[in-house]
Structure formats: structure tokens, C-alpha cells
């Protein structure tokens, strides 16, 4: 895809903290860095200029003890009002590529295509236009988990009119900003957005209805994807010369003993997270362990039909085969067991899984509870994705990065962790698997949804306690401004 960009890049020393060896391989040509945000995370102006509001703004204010601190998204990082300084950082950066998201309730403040707010259509062109004149590269997400709030009053993503308005939605995109971006993620981390908020209801909307609701989400979305996809390829490829996929989140499954009980555990895990949306898009349905385990989950508990709801024959062809690129959220790795198939009495995704899942107390930890520092997953993760999902699929990593509480711009955790999973990446190409850009999480620190501002992944420091937002620059600036510049890990590299 990116073959026609020209770099000169750069990545066996062995690391001081956890002993792995670095691979020291300068990158193939093609491959690009960058950095990313998300809309809702560092745009502020929650109300400003003709914004509608989303389903974060009403979960925050409707309740906000959901949120560490009582934290919002209102001004976050202000880059609504600060875009050009947030360009400047990228640009002394060095990224290749910035990827950011666009809030769907500021471009249409109801959700539907016939009410257009000028000024939030301004701000998007005003930041890609920014961005091509520092021969920065948009990577746009159309969704990141914003929700315009008139839409969720009517079921959000559970309901399938939805499929309709994103299309609506994407169309817009395309025809106001599509000459200009060539590079576009129509979901980020759906997973999310569709458990979290429908079915264990820990996100927004909030909604409660495990076992099924999440399900009716994944449905629709997977719909909506396809047929943005299909819409894009059909009317817009031609002229803009872009191309579209989708980005997913997994942790690395690696099973808790040799046994094959725990190896196919490990499998599973990775096929109902990744798998779950990555297979309908690739082979045009769900994967098959997730079709035989809710079904047979479905009628121990004297259901007619099964939970996971169904494709038709005409859609499964639609769906198959409709990216460009598989985008990959990747942070870290979980160890997996194996769970007795027990009668299930209140159902979920989590408990249809039938894994238990642990973290391994000797891995460093992170200021998130969830995200341990295990380099070596990087590798495994994107192997499995090539063995997956074929030779040919094109991963883009788009999230990458570790937090910490925020309070020291000395991040050497940071550091160390973004050294050793880039090394990863560079191993995982000489194993033959077709990555073509990585993406540190994040360009700043931000709004970290029901964490509010407790942990912090960003290279460049925000004061929050400052009307201002100053940005300050962390130690790991330097070290990625050398990766970016350079395209090394290691100051000595050896030749692609």
C-alpha cells in the first residue's frame, strides 16, 4: 500500500531492563510511524460552535461517578481550540502519520446527514489541511466510541437503522474530506463500545444486557463496516485512491500449561476477541468456535435459537473480504485457562468465552491494572495474524503504548516498553508477517475514558489544572524523535 513512500528507516543489543535481545534490522521502506488521539479523548468544546451531543457527553454529566474523579471530556486537551500547536509537536516529532478521529456529533449534530454544522466541518479541514502542509499523513477514524446521543434514544448501535446513518454518515466523510485523506478506519475498537457498552455496561451508554446486547451491536456494526467498505470501493476509490480498514483490540492469548485444553483456550480467547469481528470481515462470518460454543450455551438455557445472531447467505458474501487492511490495538498479554462448559445462568460474552484469564505477577506493571509489560506478545500477536488471517492481510498496528500516573515527565517505563515492542514489530516482519505502520498511543495525555486523567499514555504531558492545557515533553519524546527521524531502536542498526 505504502510501498510508493520512500524512507530510509532504521531498528542484536540487548536491553538493559528486560534482557530481550533488540533486533537491530533497519524497516522495508514502506513502513510508516506515527502517533494518534481520539475525538472525544482531546477536543474539548463539548457544546461549542454547533456540536451535538454524544453518548460520552451524556454518560459523564448524566452520573459522574462512573469516572474516576468525576472527570470529563468538556475541554480535555482543548485541541479544538489548540490544533495547530498539536500539529507543531507532531511535526518536531517526525511521525510519517497522525491518526485522529472525528466526532460524529460535530459534523452532524443529530446523527443524520441533513443537518450540517459548518463549523465543525471547518475544524476537521482546517486540521487535515494542517496536517497534508507539514507532509503529515491523516489516518482518519470515522468512529471512536461517540455515538451521537439522538441516535443511542433510539437504541445506538442495538438497533439496525443505525447501519443506514453510519453509511449516511460515512458518505459525508468521504465527500467533504476524501481528496484529501487516503487512509481510513471505519470503527475503533468496536469490542469496546459494543461489550462495554451494551453489554456489561461499564462504558457508555451504560447499557446493561449481557449475553445479548453485545452481540446485536457487533451485528450491526460488522454491517455498517461492510457496507461503508463496499461504498467506498465503489464510488470513491477511483478518484481519491485511498484505501479503508478497520482497527481491533486484542491482548495476546498464551495458555497456562501445554495441555490441549489450555492451547485450544488460548485460541478461543484470541478468535472471540480479534476474531470476532476480524473473521465475519475476512471469511464473512463469525468464527466458528464462537457459533458452536453460544449455540450450544443458547439451548442449555432452554433458548430456541442461539444468542450470537445469524448472517444471511447474501450477507456473509457481502461481508467477506471487505478491508483493505486489518488495523491492531495492542498492549499487552493475558495467560488463559481453560473453564468447564457449566449451564449458564446469567449469560455474557466474557462467561461464553469459557476461559479464565490471569496476569502473571512477575510482569512489570503499568499504572493500569490491565496492562503488564510483556514484550515478547507483540510478536505472537501479529504471527497469529498471519497465520489467521493470511500471508497477503496488511496489519497496521494503530494503538501501541503503556501508562503511567502522570506526575514525572522522566517516563523511562515508557521508553523501554516502546524500544521493545517496535523491536517486536521489526522481528514479526522478518517472520514474514506484512505489517505496514505502527502507531504510538498517545501523541498526549487525555481523557482515558472511566480512568478519567488517572493514567496517562501520552509522550507530551498535559497540565490539566491549567485553563491553558501547556503540553511539556517527556522524556520518550526523544527517543521516538530518533525512532521516527532515524528508523532505529538501537544506535547502531544493520542494513534492510
Not at 451494551?198 to 449481557?210: F, H
Not at 485460541?267 to 464462537?290: D, T
Request: overall charge negative.
Amino acid at each position: 500500500m505504502f510501498r510508493h513512500r520512500v524512507w530510509v528507516l532504521c531498528v542484536l543489543v540487548i536491553s538493559a531492563t528486560c534482557g530481550e535481545e533488540l533486533n537491530n534490522k533497519t524497516f522495508p521502506g514502506y513502513f510508516i510511524f506515527g502517533t494518534a488521539t481520539a475525538s472525544y479523548q482531546v477536543e474539548g468544546a463539548w457544546n461549542e460552535d454547533g456540536k451535538g451531543q454524544n453518548i460520552w457527553d451524556n454518560f459523564t454529566h448524566e452520573d459522574p461517578s462512573r469516572i474516576v474523579g468525576n472527570a470529563n471530556g468538556d475541554i480535555a486537551c482543548d485541541s479544538y481550540h489548540k490544533y495547530k500547536e498539536d500539529v507543531a509537536l507532531l511535526k518536531d516529532l517526525g511521525v510519517d502519520h497522525y491518526r485522529f478521529s472525528i466526532s460524529w456529533s460535530r459534523v452532524l449534530p443529530t446523527g443524520y446527514s441533513n443537518e450540517v454544522n459548518k463549523a465543525g466541518v471547518n475544524y476537521y479541514k482546517n486540521l487535515i489541511k494542517e496536517l497534508n502542509d507539514n507532509d503529515i499523513f491523516p489516518l482518519v477514524t470515522m468512529f471512536h466510541w461517540d455515538t451521537p446521543q439522538p441516535l443511542e434514544d433510539i437504541g445506538g448501535w442495538t438497533n439496525d437503522t443505525i447501519v443506514d446513518r453510519f453509511v449516511e454518515y460515512a458518505q459525508f466523510l468521504f465527500e467533504t474530506f476524501g481528496d484529501d485523506v487516503q487512509m481510513w478506519l471505519t470503527f475503533n475498537e468496536p469490542k469496546q463500545t459494543c461489550n462495554g457498552g451494551y453489554g456489561n455496561g461499564i462504558l457508555a451508554p451504560g447499557i446493561q444486557s449481557p449475553g445479548v446486547g453485545e452481540y446485536l451491536c457487533t451485528h450491526n456494526v460488522i454491517k455498517a463496516h461492510a457496507a461503508v467498505w463496499h461504498l467506498y470501493d465503489e464510488k470513491y476509490r477511483r478518484r481519491q485512491n485511498g484505501h479503508l480498514g478497520i482497527t481491533l483490540d486484542c491482548f495476546f492469548g498464551e495458555p497456562d500449561s501445554d495441555s490441549q485444553e489450555d492451547k485450544d483456550a488460548a485460541e478461543r480467547m484470541l478468535q472471540f476477541n480479534y476474531g470476532w469481528y476480524a473473521n465475519a470481515i475476512v471469511n464473512g462470518n463469525y468464527p466458528k468456535v464462537m457459533r458452536n460454543v453460544i449455540a450450544r450455551r443458547s439451548a442449555a438455557q432452554g433458548l430456541s435459537k442461539s444468542r450470537l445472531p445469524d448472517f444471511t447467505s447474501k450477507e456473509i458474501q457481502f461481508i467477506k473480504g471487505s478491508f483493505d487492511f486489518l488495523g491492531l490495538n495492542y498492549y499487552t498479554v493475558n495467560m488463559v485457562k481453560a473453564r468447564g462448559s457449566e449451564v449458564p445462568v446469567v449469560s455474557s460474552w466474557e462467561k461464553d468465552m469459557e476461559v479464565d484469564i490471569y496476569l502473571k505477577e512477575e510482569w512489570p506493571k503499568s499504572s493500569s491494572s490491565w496492562l503488564r509489560i510483556v514484550p515478547w506478545g507483540m510478536r505472537k500477536m501479529l504471527n497469529w495474524m498471519k497465520k489467521t488471517y493470511g500471508d497477503d492481510t496488511e496489519i497496521f498496528i494503530t494503538e501501541n503504548g503503556v501508562s503511567d500516573d502522570g506526575s514525572s515527565l522522566d517516563d523511562q517505563i515508557r521508553i523501554d516498553y516502546y524500544q521493545q515492542h517496535i523491536s517486536g514489530v521489526r522481528d514479526a516482519l522478518d517472520d514474514g508477517v506484512n505489517v505496514i505502520g505502527y502507531t504510538a498511543w498517545s501523541l498526549m495525555d487525555n481523557f482515558e475514558w472511566i480512568r478519567g486523567y488517572s493514567e496517562c499514555f501520552g509522550l507530551y504531558q498535559v497540565n490539566f489544572t491549567d485553563a491553558d492545557r501547556p503540553r511539556t515533553p517527556k522524556r520518550s519524546v526523544e527517543f521516538l524523535k530518533k525512532v521516527m527521524t532515524t528508523r532505529c531502536v538501537t544506535d547502531v542498526c544493520e542494513d534492510y
